[in-house]
């Protein structure tokens, strides 16, 4: 097990983090910081289901202004597709509860306004340091929680069709 600590990773560099995904053999691809973006580590979870893609990527960073922070975000739906949603009521009320639903487990923060689309939002404090497997147990656990949470999207998209 090794602590990881606001000294390992920062706002540019995140290859520490990088590492302890793919030590553990998860598909985790280190980006570096573009323009005003933070460095950050993409892990891409596979579908757990068969008849529906809920292929999620959880992204990892540390914010700016949170160097003690950890922050983890999974997109469930591209923007785009969340703003044609928009249109029909009925479904985006359903999809509202299906979030208010979400957002009352407590753990991470499922939002239909970031400017990124419909995203479950974690954060995790390295204040003292976090190990390592924790880090690893968070993202799978953001994944799962938002794979669920897709499912659930999904569903009420294909009834509404």
């Known amino acids: ?20 995904f793919s ?11 573009d323009g005003f973006g933070n460095a950050r580590v993409d892990i ?7 008849d ?9 960073w540390v914010p700016s202004r949170e160097p003690e922070v950890l922050q983890f975000r999974a997109v469930l739906l591209e923007k785009e597709d969340r703003d044609s949603l928009e249109k029909t009521n009925v479904l985006w009320e359903e ?25 479950l939002d974690y954060s995790l404090t390295m204040e003292g340091g976090v190990a390592d497997s ?12 938002a794979q669920g949470a897709k499912s659930s999207i999904l569903d009420e998209i294909s009834f509404a069709d």
């Open 1 to 20: 097990m090794n602590i990881i600590t606001s000294n390992d990773v920062d706002y540019d560099s995140v290859e520490v983090l990088g590492r302890v």
């Open 23 to 33: 030590d553990t053999g998860l598909n985790a691809i280190t980006k570096e910081p």
């Open 44 to 50: 891409t979870f596979p579908s757990n289901d068969e």
């Open 52 to 60: 529906m893609d809920l292929k999620i990527i959880v992204m990892v």
């Open 95 to 119: 999809i509202n509860s299906v979030v208010e639903i979400q957002n009352q487990n407590a753990f991470g923060f499922l939002s239909l306004s970031n400017m990124a689309g419909i995203t």
């Open 134 to 145: 924790t880090i690893i147990n968070t993202a799978k656990v953001v994944a799962r929680i």
